[in-house]
């Protein structure tokens, strides 16, 4: 048995907690009225400030024309001295300077007297200091404080680190907080939530607030949302507006609808937007899409470019290109690269190069492993691998599995076994599942040594009258 290319799927995007990819807004928008308030503080006259501990808010006035020209270290002594001395809105901007210069000991102890003196921004990148130099309980405190002081992004974390703990009412909590303060993020992660519990609605709503606050990941989300409960056309227009900012997973739902839609020129564009934005499924799709139209030679490049990027699906699939040009090494490298990144599916074609090898107990090893992912393929392989092997009793369960899963073949096969047993009712019923399912292999019927127990009944002989006649209608 072959198994062949699979339409690639829509993917969630995970959490993501302290992401430079994609601008936290509301931090971004909190820093800038920071930063204008401090403006207005210092007249500013065009002549250089003196900064010393008589004229402190001459420290103030520097150190923001130090900040504005760049010069972080610079600016940072200023801001330090009017901090110590009792400025406490500089003690952010100590801590800001301090953190673009690159000393992070001293950004934190900055950010601190700033989160102190009940400044929430100053709380929450302390936590953030905290978090991406691996101290989590210190980032835990520091959120905790920003979330008091009202700061949205700092609860969106503290949901993150509650999910971790699986603690899902807590982070739900969390991050209903967070978007009610305005933070983008914290809607989006909201919206996840929603949707993973299939509650299209409130995701529809939350991830709306969160596109709207001008968070991009949120209006692709907002079209998975959409596309779910059914709104197609809502879900197409909140992919294409992700897609013009640039967000290459939207591009490539964006494609998929498409594709669906059998509109295979536009399709085309949009995988490689999403391509072209480093989106590597999106990569994966239009070689898919290459293929299907017989143009493997060009899907080829593709599939390598979106494997090489982590696409456990497109490995498999440049392993199922190189399988039909009788390359079964490459085949067989790329299928164990998809199985070791967790793709069921490629787990399931290296059993199948192992077992054309004759390798039985590698075959059964990644069969296994494509069956324990939920690849029935891999199941079914592994019941014949066992079945062939004399372990009929332990191939049963597998077979039973498959054939549940409308895999005829397996329900033939589930006959074989109960004949065997000569268990006739157990065998009928499995051998009428086979036929309900269109196994029409008529000689197999007739000369199978394994049904030898049941082929003279007059119940088999009657399905088999019965479903001939069926087939030739």
């Known amino acids: 048995m072959k198994t062949i290319y699979l339409s690639l799927s829509f993917f969630l995007i995970s959490f993501n907690l302290l992401s430079a990819g994609w601008t936290d807004l509301l931090k971004k928008q909190a820093e800038k009225a920071f930063w204008d308030s401090m403006k207005q503080q210092v007249p500013g006259g ?8 008589k004229n402190i808010m001459g420290c103030v006035e520097l150190g923001n024309m130090l900040f504005g020209e760049g010069k972080n270290q610079e600016a940072q002594v200023n801001f330090q001295l009017a901090c110590d001395n009792g400025h406490f809105a500089s003690c952010f901007a100590a801590g800001r300077s301090a953190e673009l210069a690159g000393q992070r000991d001293s950004a934190i102890a900055y950010y601190e007297k700033s989160c102190i003196s009940s400044f929430n921004l100053g709380c929450h990148n302390m936590g953030d200091l905290y978090h991406q130099n691996g101290f989590k309980d210190k980032a835990h405190g520091a959120f905790i404080l920003g979330c008091k002081y009202k700061y949205g992004g700092s609860c969106s974390n503290l949901g993150i680190y509650a999910n971790e703990k699986n603690s899902k009412t807590e982070a739900m909590n969390y991050f209903k907080e967070a978007c009610e303060l305005g933070s983008a993020k914290g809607c989006f992660n909201l919206g996840s939530e929603y949707l993973l519990k299939n509650e299209f609605s409130s995701a529809e709503a939350t991830f709306s607030k969160g596109c709207n606050l001008g968070y991009i990941p949120s209006c692709n989300d907002l079209g998975v949302a959409q596309e779910k409960a059914s709104k197609k056309s809502e879900a197409l227009a909140n992919y294409l507006k992700a897609c013009e900012g640039k967000y290459g997973m939207a591009c490539a739902n964006y494609g998929i609808i498409q594709k669906q839609n059998k509109n295979m020129e536009v399709a085309r564009t949009y995988f490689q937007k999403a391509c072209d934005e480093n989106y590597y499924a999106g990569c994966g799709d239009l070689g898919l899409l290459l293929s299907e139209e017989g143009k493997s030679e060009q899907a080829k490049p593709l599939f390598e470019k979106a494997c090489t990027g982590g696409d456990a699906q497109s490995c498999n699939n440049l392993g199922v290109a190189l399988d039909e040009s009788k390359d079964s090494t490459g ?5 164990n690269k998809a199985c070791e990144m967790k793709y069921a599916l490629g787990c399931a ?39 062939f092997a004399g372990k009929i009793d332990e191939a049963k369960p597998h077979f039973e599995k498959s054939c549940k899963a409308n895999n005829n073949e397996a329900c033939y096969n589930l006959g074989c076994f109960y004949s065997r047993k000569n268990n006739i009712k157990a065998a009928l019923n499995a051998i009428e599942s086979a036929l309900k399912l269109k196994y029409y292999e008529w000689q197999a019927f007739e000369t199978d040594e394994d049904l030898k127990n049941i082929r003279s009944s007059s119940e088999f002989k009657n399905l088999i009258n019965k479903y001939k006649a069926i087939s030739q209608k």
């Not at 065009?46 to 501990?53: E, F, Q, T, Y």
């Not at 090893?365 to 393929?377: L, Q, R, S, V």
């Open 349 to 387: 074609n290296a059993g199948i190069i192992y077992s054309n090898l004759k390798n039985e107990l590698k075959a059964r090893e990644f069969n296994t492993k494509a069956c324990d992912m939920g690849e029935i393929n891999g199941c079914y392989n592994l019941s014949l691998d066992l079945y």
């Open 331 to 335: 085949a067989l490298s790329l299928y």
């Open 46 to 53: 065009g002549k250089i400030p003196r900064c010393d501990l």
